[in-house]
């Protein structure tokens, strides 16, 4: 396939190109978000959307875009688009698009007449600051640009009304001016990297519209505020670059911080590639702490996700150090839970029943990177207090019975990742012993022993360890193994949910399992038969009661859909896992086949990445948050598992 090119025939068919989103940040929380054409269609796009740790948790958009006018002999051709009422698209820049490369960085060309002028944006790592450079490629006569920002200072998940409470005053600084529409707002400075005017032109842009908020129900209609037009001539040859940012900046380090930056990109020129700079793109740090962003655009870190995605998007692309790095800080945090009970403010959920097991099962991932002796000595200890902890019933809702089971109450709240709520009570109720959770305690059990299993002296441990996991091993073939192959997906008293659902298959695919070999085969063709798309797994089968496939609607409808049927790309990293165990290298033709429907994705929703989920139906279509930390890292670790096989 082409990779993230796209010709003029897709740029100017609004029907296409409209639905196709771009993402790129600045692995600090700031972010930079629209469509490939320029046009805003959700209030979280913006050219420069911003966390502002003073004011809120949220992200902030400061510029939500920036609109470029070319004038030759005294005529203006205005290259921005915006949606307003009655699919209206103006000022309709998108017919001047002649080509839009995103394989670098987002790289739109336009011709108008005899001008043909390149657009490339940049945003700075670790910095609240986007560049942009225009290049003049070729122009018969004189030519003049003009610039108009379109200013929001709002919480992305709102939207800005006209009003009077704006700040209409701008500073000068150095080439350019700034503005803080808001007091508690840090000031906007908009610059170029040589001398332009800026004329003051105030207006309120009425009535914008996002046809992404509309369709899911929410408010959709925005007032804009324009504070005037920057403009400079511009000659045939020429670069001008533009820096938004929240400080003031020497306008003639702009070129160097450009090239710099352009430097460190990883070109998106694979598919491999792009998966690599989407993981990267999740990457938060924060003073000295580093995180993981569960996705864009509206996502925080999350405890599970983070655990889940973190060998993919780390380990899997080779960055060991950034696997550390992020430990690290989760580290700390699930042992003042452990030892305090202290909630993280910035780790979402940590507290949630099974956390410590994905948390080991990350780790686990790193000792097969790494070696078992490498992951023992910067982690062994955390895997020892994590098993201690849950053996010894210290976590308020994670209770070993004496069956040898893990037990959670999830009747009130949502417990496991499948946390749709309605009506503030869980819309699937799993609770009791859930499939999911005890695998992994297995896997764990015997993971922590095979960490200590060569040292003599731990010998009562590691026998202490075993006969825990023997006697789950018995107890777990007894409450999920069904007569018809497969596992209820959670058992609670006297009752067994039949729910065809995937969350049996990390019985299947964990390195230690409760289940022999023919038992997996078993529940996996059933899996493969009713679950298994070309986007994802189910969430739930066909077959089962409540299948509700397409993730559409308003927020309610959204909600009881969302566990009923939609695909979950992540879960292929466990369905990979388990077929290859079951198949070998006689599997490993059918799982790259199956890769070609993710591979397709890097050209379609937010380009270059994977979406939250997709409809469980043909044609499988992208639902839910544009790019999605542990879609993006499984498929990465199942690309790694494949090569791995290959190399045999």
Avoid at 430 to 439: D, H, M, P, Q
Avoid at 553 to 571: D, F, H, K, S, T
Wanted: glycine residues 6%.
């Amino acid at each position: 396939m082409s990779y993230l090119k796209f010709d003029k025939s897709l740029m100017i068919n609004l029907e296409q190109s409209l639905p196709k989103e771009m993402l790129r940040t600045n692995k600090s929380g700031a972010y930079h978000c629209t469509t490939i054409v320029d046009c805003n269609t959700r209030k979280q796009h913006g050219l420069l959307v911003i966390p502002i740790p003073e004011m809120d948790n949220d992200s902030h958009v400061l510029l939500s875009s920036f609109d470029e006018t070319v004038i030759q002999h005294g005529a203006p051709f205005n290259l921005g688009l915006h949606k307003y009422q009655g699919d209206c698209f103006s000022p309709n820049g998108h017919k001047y698009i002649r080509e839009f490369d995103c394989e670098s960085v987002p790289k739109t060309v336009y011709r108008v007449g005899g001008v043909i002028l390149s657009k490339e944006k940049v945003f700075i790592s670790h910095e609240n600051r986007i560049l942009i450079k225009y290049t003049l490629l070729d122009a018969h006569s004189e030519t003049t640009l003009q610039f108009r920002p379109f200013l929001a200072f709002r919480n992305a998940n709102a939207l800005c009304i006209e009003n009077d409470r704006i700040n209409r005053h701008y500073e000068q600084a150095l080439n350019g001016v700034s503005f803080c529409l808001y007091e508690g707002y840090p000031a906007l400075y908009l610059q170029f990297n040589k001398e332009v005017s800026f004329v003051s032109d105030p207006y309120w842009n009425k009535g914008i519209e996002y046809v992404k908020d509309q369709e899911r129900g929410y408010d959709y209609k925005e007032d804009l505020y324009v504070p005037g037009y920057f403009e400079l001539p511009i000659k045939k040859g020429e670069s001008i670059i533009f820096s938004a940012g929240v400080g003031e900046i020497k306008p003639r380090s702009l070129s160097m911080m450009y090239n710099k930056e352009m430097k460190l990109r990883t070109y998106r020129n694979s598919f491999f590639n792009c998966l690599k700079n989407s993981a990267q793109q999740f990457y938060l740090k924060k003073q000295k702490d580093n995180y993981l962003l569960a996705g864009y655009p509206w996502f925080g870190v999350r405890a599970r996700d983070l655990f889940i995605a973190l060998p993919g998007c780390t380990l899997a692309v080779g960055d060991v150090e950034t696997f550390d790095s992020i430990m690290h800080t989760a580290m700390r945090a699930l042992k003042a839970f452990m030892e305090k009970g202290v909630r993280s403010e910035v780790i979402q959920g940590i507290d949630y029943p099974d956390i410590l097991l994905w948390a080991v099962w990350s780790l686990q991932q790193y000792a097969k990177e790494t070696s078992l002796e490498h992951c023992t000595a910067k982690y062994g200890t955390l895997i020892t207090e994590i098993v201690d902890y849950i053996i010894k019933n210290k976590h308020p809702n994670l209770f070993l019975h004496e069956n040898g089971l893990l037990y959670s109450n999830g009747h009130d709240v949502p417990i496991s990742w499948m946390d749709a709520v309605a009506y503030g009570k869980p819309i699937i109720p799993r609770s009791g012993y859930l499939v999911e959770f005890n695998a992994l305690w297995y896997n764990i059990l015997r993971f922590s022993a095979s960490l200590i299993a060569d040292k003599p002296e731990q010998r009562v441990i590691v026998d202490r360890l075993n006969a825990l996991g023997d006697k789950l091993a018995l107890s777990f073939k007894d409450m999920f193994l069904n007569d018809y192959g497969y596992l209820f997906d959670y058992v609670d008293g006297n009752f067994a949910d039949w729910s065809v659902r995937p969350n049996m298959l990390f019985a299947l695919s964990l390195d230690y399992s409760p289940l022999d070999k023919k038992e997996r085969k078993k529940a996996l063709d059933v899996v493969t038969r009713e679950l298994l798309t070309p986007k994802g797994i189910r969430t739930l089968s066909p077959k089962s009661h409540g299948y509700s496939p397409t993730y559409l609607g308003n927020e309610a409808e959204r909600e009881n859909a969302y566990y009923q049927g939609p695909a979950r790309p992540w879960l292929m990293g466990a369905y990979a896992e388990a077929y290859l165990k079951i198949f070998g290298l006689s599997g490993v033709s059918f799982l790259e086949r199956m890769l070609i429907g993710y591979e397709e994705e890097m050209s379609n929703n937010c380009i270059g990445t994977i979406s939250e989920l997709f409809d469980g139906n043909p044609p499988y279509m992208g639902r839910g948050a544009i790019s999605f930390a542990v879609n993006v890292g499984e498929i990465l670790r199942v690309l790694s598992l494949l090569k791995k096989y290959n190399h045999f």
